[in-house]
Protein backbone atom coordinates (compact mmCIF):
# COMPACT_ATOMS: atom_id res chain seq x y z
CA UNK A 1 0.00 0.00 0.00
CA UNK A 2 1.12 3.55 -0.98
CA UNK A 3 2.67 5.61 2.49
CA UNK A 4 2.78 8.79 2.56
CA UNK A 5 6.14 10.33 4.43
CA UNK A 6 6.11 13.27 6.46
CA UNK A 7 9.73 15.65 7.07
CA UNK A 8 10.54 18.77 7.56
CA UNK A 9 12.64 19.28 4.45
CA UNK A 10 12.94 16.72 1.48
CA UNK A 11 15.75 17.22 -0.70
CA UNK A 12 15.19 15.58 -4.25
CA UNK A 13 18.48 14.20 -5.65
CA UNK A 14 20.86 12.97 -3.92
CA UNK A 15 23.70 14.58 -6.37
CA UNK A 16 26.53 17.48 -5.65
CA UNK A 17 24.29 20.23 -4.86
CA UNK A 18 21.60 17.88 -3.02
CA UNK A 19 24.09 15.93 -0.88
CA UNK A 20 25.70 19.15 0.28
CA UNK A 21 22.95 20.84 1.21
CA UNK A 22 21.86 17.19 3.79
CA UNK A 23 25.11 17.60 5.03
CA UNK A 24 25.00 21.13 5.54
CA UNK A 25 21.66 20.87 7.43
CA UNK A 26 22.15 17.80 9.36
CA UNK A 27 25.17 19.91 10.33
CA UNK A 28 23.36 23.45 11.46
CA UNK A 29 20.28 21.66 12.57
CA UNK A 30 20.60 18.18 13.72
CA UNK A 31 16.60 17.83 15.01
CA UNK A 32 15.38 18.82 11.53
CA UNK A 33 13.91 15.80 9.57
CA UNK A 34 15.91 15.84 6.18
CA UNK A 35 14.95 13.03 3.63
CA UNK A 36 17.61 13.05 0.20
CA UNK A 37 15.85 11.02 -2.34
CA UNK A 38 17.69 9.96 -5.22
CA UNK A 39 16.57 7.69 -8.36
CA UNK A 40 20.00 6.06 -8.02
CA UNK A 41 21.27 3.98 -4.93
CA UNK A 42 24.39 5.62 -4.51
CA UNK A 43 25.08 9.49 -3.24
CA UNK A 44 26.52 11.71 -6.15
CA UNK A 45 26.57 9.11 -8.79
CA UNK A 46 29.87 8.41 -10.59
CA UNK A 47 32.09 11.79 -10.59
CA UNK A 48 35.09 13.35 -9.58
CA UNK A 49 34.23 16.68 -8.77
CA UNK A 50 37.36 19.28 -8.56
CA UNK A 51 37.31 23.20 -7.35
CA UNK A 52 39.97 25.87 -6.58
CA UNK A 53 40.39 26.95 -2.55
CA UNK A 54 39.61 30.29 -3.77
CA UNK A 55 35.92 28.71 -5.32
CA UNK A 56 35.12 28.39 -1.18
CA UNK A 57 34.83 31.23 1.09
CA UNK A 58 36.76 30.31 4.24
CA UNK A 59 33.76 29.91 6.04
CA UNK A 60 32.21 28.24 4.17
CA UNK A 61 34.75 25.56 4.24
CA UNK A 62 32.83 22.88 6.79
CA UNK A 63 31.13 22.08 4.49
CA UNK A 64 33.32 20.48 2.00
CA UNK A 65 36.35 19.39 3.90
CA UNK A 66 34.74 16.13 5.49
CA UNK A 67 34.49 14.98 1.60
CA UNK A 68 37.27 16.07 0.05
CA UNK A 69 39.41 13.21 -1.34
CA UNK A 70 42.59 14.98 -2.78
CA UNK A 71 44.27 18.21 -2.59
CA UNK A 72 46.99 19.83 -4.58
CA UNK A 73 49.42 22.79 -4.03
CA UNK A 74 50.01 24.59 -7.16
CA UNK A 75 48.45 23.57 -10.52
CA UNK A 76 49.84 23.61 -13.77
CA UNK A 77 48.78 24.69 -17.67
CA UNK A 78 50.18 24.61 -20.47
CA UNK A 79 49.52 26.26 -24.09
CA UNK A 80 51.22 26.62 -27.36
CA UNK A 81 53.13 29.51 -26.42
CA UNK A 82 52.60 29.69 -22.93
CA UNK A 83 52.88 27.70 -20.02
CA UNK A 84 53.02 28.27 -15.94
CA UNK A 85 52.52 26.83 -12.40
CA UNK A 86 49.42 28.97 -10.64
CA UNK A 87 50.63 28.89 -6.64
CA UNK A 88 46.81 28.07 -5.97
CA UNK A 89 45.20 25.17 -3.86
CA UNK A 90 43.18 22.20 -5.73
CA UNK A 91 40.71 19.99 -4.34
CA UNK A 92 38.72 16.87 -5.72
CA UNK A 93 36.14 15.21 -4.25
CA UNK A 94 35.47 11.44 -5.15
CA UNK A 95 31.36 10.49 -5.51
CA UNK A 96 32.41 7.42 -3.02
CA UNK A 97 33.72 9.37 -0.64
CA UNK A 98 30.76 11.88 -0.79
CA UNK A 99 28.39 9.19 -0.42
CA UNK A 100 30.44 7.57 2.47
CA UNK A 101 30.25 10.52 4.79
CA UNK A 102 26.39 11.12 3.64
CA UNK A 103 25.92 7.82 5.04
CA UNK A 104 27.76 8.40 7.84
CA UNK A 105 26.62 11.70 9.00
CA UNK A 106 22.51 11.15 8.36
CA UNK A 107 20.68 9.28 10.05
CA UNK A 108 19.36 5.86 7.94
CA UNK A 109 15.91 6.77 7.06
CA UNK A 110 16.98 10.05 5.73
CA UNK A 111 18.57 8.63 2.96
CA UNK A 112 15.34 7.36 0.39
CA UNK A 113 17.94 6.05 -2.71
CA UNK A 114 16.66 4.47 -5.50
CA UNK A 115 13.37 6.06 -5.27
CA UNK A 116 12.64 7.64 -8.67
CA UNK A 117 10.68 11.03 -8.34
CA UNK A 118 7.64 11.88 -10.69
CA UNK A 119 6.38 15.10 -9.51
CA UNK A 120 6.98 17.65 -7.23
CA UNK A 121 5.36 20.91 -5.49
CA UNK A 122 7.03 22.94 -2.70
CA UNK A 123 5.43 20.86 0.23
CA UNK A 124 5.16 17.15 -1.85
CA UNK A 125 6.94 14.70 -3.63
CA UNK A 126 5.04 11.94 -5.81
CA UNK A 127 7.44 8.84 -6.23
CA UNK A 128 7.20 6.19 -9.04
CA UNK A 129 6.04 3.67 -6.15
CA UNK A 130 3.11 5.67 -5.49
CA UNK A 131 4.63 7.02 -2.14
CA UNK A 132 3.82 10.29 -1.89
CA UNK A 133 6.60 12.54 0.78
CA UNK A 134 5.05 15.91 2.45
CA UNK A 135 7.25 18.00 3.67
CA UNK A 136 7.24 21.70 5.34
CA UNK A 137 9.47 22.15 2.42
CA UNK A 138 11.14 20.85 -0.73
CA UNK A 139 14.58 21.38 -2.52
CA UNK A 140 14.19 20.27 -6.02
CA UNK A 141 18.13 19.63 -6.62
CA UNK A 142 17.41 16.51 -9.56
CA UNK A 143 20.31 18.34 -12.47
CA UNK A 144 19.66 20.45 -14.91
CA UNK A 145 15.92 22.23 -16.40
CA UNK A 146 15.20 22.90 -19.57
CA UNK A 147 18.51 23.88 -21.29
CA UNK A 148 16.55 24.66 -24.52
CA UNK A 149 15.70 28.20 -22.71
CA UNK A 150 19.21 29.09 -22.77
CA UNK A 151 22.06 29.67 -25.72
CA UNK A 152 24.28 27.30 -25.05
CA UNK A 153 27.83 26.18 -26.25
CA UNK A 154 28.93 23.12 -24.71
CA UNK A 155 31.71 21.86 -22.76
CA UNK A 156 32.32 17.92 -23.56
CA UNK A 157 34.64 15.57 -21.88
CA UNK A 158 35.23 11.62 -21.39
CA UNK A 159 37.72 11.07 -18.25
CA UNK A 160 39.58 8.19 -17.37
CA UNK A 161 41.53 7.06 -14.09
CA UNK A 162 44.68 4.80 -14.80
CA UNK A 163 46.22 2.82 -12.54
CA UNK A 164 50.09 3.00 -14.18
CA UNK A 165 52.63 -0.06 -14.15
CA UNK A 166 55.31 2.91 -12.67
CA UNK A 167 54.94 5.64 -10.20
CA UNK A 168 54.23 9.01 -12.89
CA UNK A 169 56.42 11.33 -10.91
CA UNK A 170 54.04 14.38 -11.75
CA UNK A 171 53.70 16.40 -8.16
CA UNK A 172 50.65 18.65 -9.54
CA UNK A 173 47.38 18.72 -12.05
CA UNK A 174 48.14 20.05 -15.26
CA UNK A 175 44.70 21.58 -15.38
CA UNK A 176 44.74 22.25 -19.19
CA UNK A 177 47.30 21.25 -21.15
CA UNK A 178 45.96 22.98 -24.75
CA UNK A 179 49.40 21.72 -26.64
CA UNK A 180 47.41 18.69 -27.80
CA UNK A 181 45.43 18.68 -31.29
CA UNK A 182 42.45 21.21 -31.40
CA UNK A 183 39.36 19.00 -32.46
CA UNK A 184 36.06 19.94 -32.23
CA UNK A 185 36.55 23.44 -30.71
CA UNK A 186 38.72 24.65 -27.93
CA UNK A 187 40.27 21.04 -26.79
CA UNK A 188 42.31 20.13 -23.61
CA UNK A 189 43.83 17.49 -21.55
CA UNK A 190 43.33 17.73 -18.00
CA UNK A 191 45.17 15.46 -15.56
CA UNK A 192 44.90 14.81 -11.93
CA UNK A 193 47.78 12.79 -10.01
CA UNK A 194 45.25 11.03 -7.82
CA UNK A 195 48.13 9.12 -6.52
CA UNK A 196 51.67 7.68 -6.71
CA UNK A 197 51.12 5.71 -10.02
CA UNK A 198 47.36 6.72 -10.55
CA UNK A 199 46.16 9.61 -13.23
CA UNK A 200 42.98 10.80 -13.80
CA UNK A 201 43.25 12.11 -17.71
CA UNK A 202 40.17 13.87 -19.30
CA UNK A 203 39.91 15.04 -22.64
CA UNK A 204 38.04 18.38 -23.26
CA UNK A 205 36.23 20.30 -25.63
CA UNK A 206 34.63 23.50 -25.78
CA UNK A 207 32.30 23.05 -28.78
CA UNK A 208 29.28 24.31 -30.78
CA UNK A 209 27.12 21.02 -30.37
CA UNK A 210 26.95 19.04 -27.12
CA UNK A 211 27.57 15.54 -29.33
CA UNK A 212 29.87 13.24 -28.06
CA UNK A 213 31.76 10.92 -29.96
CA UNK A 214 32.79 8.85 -26.85
CA UNK A 215 34.56 6.23 -28.21
CA UNK A 216 37.24 8.65 -30.54
CA UNK A 217 37.43 10.88 -27.19
CA UNK A 218 38.69 7.76 -25.21
CA UNK A 219 40.67 6.82 -27.51
CA UNK A 220 42.60 10.14 -27.68
CA UNK A 221 42.63 10.26 -23.49
CA UNK A 222 44.62 6.83 -24.29
CA UNK A 223 46.86 8.16 -26.74
CA UNK A 224 47.69 10.88 -24.07
CA UNK A 225 48.84 8.64 -21.98
CA UNK A 226 50.52 6.65 -23.71
CA UNK A 227 52.59 9.46 -25.04
CA UNK A 228 52.92 10.93 -22.39
CA UNK A 229 54.73 7.53 -21.00
CA UNK A 230 52.07 6.20 -18.64
CA UNK A 231 51.97 2.34 -19.11
CA UNK A 232 48.39 1.73 -17.93
CA UNK A 233 47.69 -1.33 -15.81
CA UNK A 234 44.06 -0.92 -15.36
CA UNK A 235 41.33 1.79 -16.18
CA UNK A 236 40.08 2.18 -12.75
CA UNK A 237 37.04 4.15 -13.16
CA UNK A 238 35.71 6.07 -16.08
CA UNK A 239 33.47 9.42 -16.92
CA UNK A 240 32.13 11.45 -19.52
CA UNK A 241 30.23 14.98 -19.57
CA UNK A 242 28.64 17.54 -21.63
CA UNK A 243 28.48 20.84 -19.57
CA UNK A 244 26.35 23.93 -20.94
CA UNK A 245 28.14 27.28 -21.43
CA UNK A 246 25.76 30.04 -21.51
CA UNK A 247 25.82 32.44 -23.80
CA UNK A 248 22.70 33.72 -22.77
CA UNK A 249 18.99 33.01 -22.28
CA UNK A 250 16.21 33.53 -20.42
CA UNK A 251 16.65 32.79 -17.24
CA UNK A 252 13.27 32.81 -15.75
CA UNK A 253 11.79 30.32 -18.17
CA UNK A 254 14.69 27.94 -17.15
CA UNK A 255 13.96 28.32 -13.58
CA UNK A 256 10.25 27.43 -14.79
CA UNK A 257 10.78 24.01 -16.66
CA UNK A 258 12.76 23.09 -12.88
CA UNK A 259 8.98 22.94 -11.91
CA UNK A 260 6.98 26.82 -10.91
CA UNK A 261 7.30 27.65 -7.51
CA UNK A 262 9.75 24.77 -5.89
CA UNK A 263 12.37 25.71 -4.35
CA UNK A 264 16.15 24.18 -6.74
CA UNK A 265 19.70 23.78 -5.82
CA UNK A 266 22.48 23.29 -8.20
CA UNK A 267 22.30 22.95 -12.01
CA UNK A 268 18.76 23.24 -11.35
CA UNK A 269 18.49 26.64 -10.26
CA UNK A 270 20.76 27.88 -12.88
CA UNK A 271 23.60 27.78 -10.56
CA UNK A 272 26.40 26.86 -12.81
CA UNK A 273 29.53 29.02 -14.10
CA UNK A 274 28.12 30.23 -17.25
CA UNK A 275 32.25 29.98 -19.10
CA UNK A 276 33.08 26.13 -17.03
CA UNK A 277 29.54 24.58 -16.52
CA UNK A 278 30.89 23.79 -12.45
CA UNK A 279 28.15 23.71 -10.02
CA UNK A 280 30.36 22.92 -7.23
CA UNK A 281 31.28 26.42 -5.60
CA UNK A 282 27.53 27.87 -5.85
CA UNK A 283 26.75 24.78 -4.19
CA UNK A 284 28.75 24.82 -1.45
CA UNK A 285 27.43 28.97 -1.38
CA UNK A 286 23.73 28.13 -1.25
CA UNK A 287 24.26 24.80 1.21
CA UNK A 288 25.72 27.47 3.63
CA UNK A 289 23.19 30.76 2.71
CA UNK A 290 20.46 27.61 3.63
CA UNK A 291 21.77 25.98 6.63
CA UNK A 292 21.52 29.94 7.99
CA UNK A 293 17.81 29.85 7.72
CA UNK A 294 15.25 28.71 10.72
CA UNK A 295 12.20 29.31 7.96
CA UNK A 296 12.12 26.03 6.01
CA UNK A 297 8.60 26.62 4.36
CA UNK A 298 8.45 25.37 0.74
CA UNK A 299 7.31 29.03 -0.43
CA UNK A 300 9.95 31.13 1.73
CA UNK A 301 12.69 28.48 0.76
CA UNK A 302 11.26 29.30 -3.27
CA UNK A 303 11.47 32.78 -2.63
CA UNK A 304 14.74 32.51 -1.35
CA UNK A 305 15.97 30.29 -3.75
CA UNK A 306 14.99 31.99 -6.97
CA UNK A 307 16.18 35.19 -5.63
CA UNK A 308 19.66 33.47 -4.87
CA UNK A 309 19.89 32.52 -8.32
CA UNK A 310 18.44 35.08 -9.94
CA UNK A 311 20.55 37.32 -8.55
CA UNK A 312 23.87 35.22 -9.54
CA UNK A 313 22.90 34.97 -13.06
CA UNK A 314 22.35 38.71 -13.34
CA UNK A 315 25.52 39.43 -11.93
CA UNK A 316 27.38 36.86 -14.81
CA UNK A 317 26.68 38.59 -17.74
CA UNK A 318 30.68 39.47 -17.85
CA UNK A 319 30.72 35.54 -18.17
CA UNK A 320 28.39 35.28 -20.43
CA UNK A 321 29.81 38.13 -23.17
CA UNK A 322 32.99 36.31 -22.55
CA UNK A 323 31.18 32.61 -23.87
CA UNK A 324 30.06 34.66 -26.87
CA UNK A 325 33.42 36.29 -27.87
CA UNK A 326 34.83 32.10 -27.52
CA UNK A 327 32.21 30.48 -29.56
CA UNK A 328 31.03 33.80 -32.18
CA UNK A 329 33.81 35.52 -32.61
CA UNK A 330 36.98 33.13 -32.43
CA UNK A 331 37.27 30.42 -35.24
CA UNK A 332 37.03 26.93 -33.21
CA UNK A 333 40.83 25.82 -33.40
CA UNK A 334 41.71 29.24 -32.64
CA UNK A 335 39.88 29.16 -29.74
CA UNK A 336 42.57 28.29 -27.58
CA UNK A 337 44.16 31.73 -27.90
CA UNK A 338 41.61 33.20 -25.92
CA UNK A 339 42.50 31.21 -22.90
CA UNK A 340 46.08 31.36 -23.42
CA UNK A 341 45.73 35.21 -22.95
CA UNK A 342 43.38 34.62 -20.07
CA UNK A 343 46.33 33.03 -18.55
CA UNK A 344 48.82 35.08 -18.36
CA UNK A 345 47.25 37.28 -16.16
CA UNK A 346 47.72 37.15 -12.33
CA UNK A 347 46.55 34.27 -10.47
CA UNK A 348 44.44 36.01 -8.56
CA UNK A 349 42.43 37.22 -11.11
CA UNK A 350 42.31 33.61 -12.52
CA UNK A 351 40.90 32.44 -8.90
CA UNK A 352 38.43 35.19 -8.84
CA UNK A 353 37.03 34.05 -12.43
CA UNK A 354 36.78 30.53 -11.95
CA UNK A 355 34.73 31.77 -8.17
CA UNK A 356 32.84 34.03 -10.65
CA UNK A 357 33.46 36.72 -8.34
CA UNK A 358 35.56 38.76 -11.13
CA UNK A 359 36.11 42.65 -9.62
CA UNK A 360 35.27 45.64 -12.18
CA UNK A 361 39.53 45.70 -12.35
CA UNK A 362 39.26 42.21 -13.02
CA UNK A 363 36.83 42.56 -16.05
CA UNK A 364 37.91 45.58 -17.66
CA UNK A 365 41.86 43.33 -17.20
CA UNK A 366 40.68 41.05 -18.87
CA UNK A 367 39.12 42.79 -21.96
CA UNK A 368 41.78 45.41 -21.89
CA UNK A 369 44.49 44.81 -25.33
CA UNK A 370 44.36 43.79 -28.46
CA UNK A 371 41.63 40.83 -28.03
CA UNK A 372 43.37 37.45 -29.97
CA UNK A 373 39.79 37.15 -32.09
CA UNK A 374 39.14 39.60 -34.77
CA UNK A 375 37.83 43.06 -33.38
CA UNK A 376 34.95 42.93 -35.84
CA UNK A 377 33.52 39.62 -34.70
CA UNK A 378 34.68 40.20 -31.45
CA UNK A 379 32.00 43.63 -31.43
CA UNK A 380 29.59 41.17 -33.06
CA UNK A 381 29.55 39.02 -30.25
CA UNK A 382 29.30 41.93 -27.93
CA UNK A 383 26.21 43.30 -29.51
CA UNK A 384 24.39 40.24 -29.92
C1 LIG B 1 31.36 13.85 -15.30
C2 LIG B 1 31.19 15.24 -14.74
C3 LIG B 1 32.24 15.84 -14.07
C4 LIG B 1 32.08 17.13 -13.54
N1 LIG B 1 33.12 17.70 -12.89
C5 LIG B 1 32.92 18.86 -12.24
C6 LIG B 1 33.95 19.41 -11.44
O1 LIG B 1 35.07 18.90 -11.40
N2 LIG B 1 33.68 20.54 -10.71
C7 LIG B 1 32.46 21.14 -10.76
O2 LIG B 1 32.22 22.14 -10.06
N3 LIG B 1 31.50 20.68 -11.59
C8 LIG B 1 31.69 19.56 -12.31
N4 LIG B 1 30.70 19.07 -13.09
C9 LIG B 1 29.53 19.91 -13.38
C10 LIG B 1 28.48 19.93 -12.27
O3 LIG B 1 29.01 20.58 -11.13
C11 LIG B 1 28.03 18.53 -11.91
O4 LIG B 1 27.24 18.06 -12.97
C12 LIG B 1 27.25 18.42 -10.60
O5 LIG B 1 27.14 17.07 -10.29
C13 LIG B 1 25.88 19.07 -10.67
O6 LIG B 1 25.29 18.95 -9.40
P1 LIG B 1 23.72 18.82 -9.21
O7 LIG B 1 23.52 18.41 -7.81
O8 LIG B 1 23.03 20.01 -9.73
O9 LIG B 1 23.28 17.62 -10.19
P2 LIG B 1 23.71 16.11 -10.12
O10 LIG B 1 24.96 15.94 -9.35
O11 LIG B 1 23.64 15.60 -11.51
O12 LIG B 1 22.57 15.44 -9.25
C14 LIG B 1 21.26 15.25 -9.71
C15 LIG B 1 20.73 14.01 -9.01
O13 LIG B 1 19.32 13.92 -9.25
C16 LIG B 1 18.99 12.57 -9.46
N5 LIG B 1 17.73 12.52 -10.19
C17 LIG B 1 17.49 12.99 -11.44
N6 LIG B 1 16.20 12.79 -11.75
C18 LIG B 1 15.61 12.18 -10.68
C19 LIG B 1 14.30 11.74 -10.40
N7 LIG B 1 13.31 11.88 -11.27
N8 LIG B 1 14.05 11.18 -9.19
C20 LIG B 1 15.06 11.05 -8.26
N9 LIG B 1 16.32 11.45 -8.49
C21 LIG B 1 16.59 12.01 -9.68
C22 LIG B 1 20.18 11.99 -10.21
O14 LIG B 1 20.25 10.59 -10.04
C23 LIG B 1 21.33 12.72 -9.55
O15 LIG B 1 21.89 11.99 -8.48
C24 LIG B 1 30.84 17.81 -13.68
C25 LIG B 1 29.82 17.19 -14.37
C26 LIG B 1 29.97 15.93 -14.91
C27 LIG B 1 28.83 15.31 -15.66
Not at 243 to 265: H, I, N, T
Not at 272 to 298: C, E, I, K, N, W
Not at 333 to 349: D, H, I, K, N, Q
Request: hydrophobic share 45%; aromatic share 10%.
Amino acid sequence: MAATIRCDVAILGAGLAGALLALALAERHPGLDVRLVDADTVVGGNHLWSFFGSDVAEADRWIVAPVVSHAWRGYDIAFPAHARTLDQTYYSIESEKLDRVVRATLPARALMLGRRVLAASATAAVLDDGDRIEAVGVVDARGTGDLSTLECGWQKFVGRELRLEAPHGRPRPVVMDATVDQIDGYRFVYCLPTGEARMFVEDTYYSDGPDLDRVAVTARVDAYAEAAGWHVAAVEREEAGVLPVAMGGDFEAYWRSGGRGVAKAGMRAGLFHPTTGYSLPDAVRLASTLAARRDFGGWALHEATHAYAAKAWAARGFYRLLDRMLFRAAEPAERYRVLERFYRLSPGLVGRFYAARSTPGDKARILAGRPPVPIGRALKAIWA
